[in-house]
Nanobody
Framework: QVQLVESGGGLVQAGGSLRLSCTAS????????MGWFRQAPGKLRELVAA????????YYADSVKGRFTISRINAKNTLYLQMNSLKPEDTAVYYC?????????????????WGQGTQVTVSS
């Protein structure tokens, strides 16, 4: 089992930046592909970005390309999401997720472990 804890959310003005972190604990000896998802009120949970174990491949949703950067430091069991040029439509609860599948995982149902989420609110 792996436990994931997100941090770094908050309230920011449009155009601002935030960096989310996700720290893993438990069975961290396995190699996990990871991702960041978000869910706005009344909407489905959507993939924002994903990264493979070696950080050699990433995926970004079109809505965040060029603004968000996903990264990880495996030695620290930590995943990051740097969010720049934030827009009001980025407002959502952000979740990190992990899977034992290899590669960059895009499907939500292929993730095995989820954090509790952190709120990001972007004011206009």
């Amino acid at each position: 089992q792996v436990q994931l804890v997100e941090s770094g959310g908050g309230l920011v003005q449009a155009g601002g930046s935030l960096r989310l972190s996700c720290t893993a604990s438990g069975r961290t000896s396995s190699r996990y592909a990871m991702g960041w998802f978000r869910q706005a009120p009344g909407k489905l949970r959507e993939l924002v970005a994903a990264i493979n174990w070696m950080s050699s491949a990433t995926y970004y949703a079109d809505s965040v390309k060029g603004r968000f950067t996903i990264s990880r430091i495996n030695a620290k069991n930590t995943l990051y999401l740097q969010m720049n040029s934030l827009k009001p439509e980025d407002t959502a609860v952000y979740y990190c997720a992990a899977t034992t599948k290899s590669g960059v995982i895009i499907r939500r149902d292929e993730y095995d472990y989820w954090g509790q989420g952190t709120q990001v609110t972007v004011s206009s």
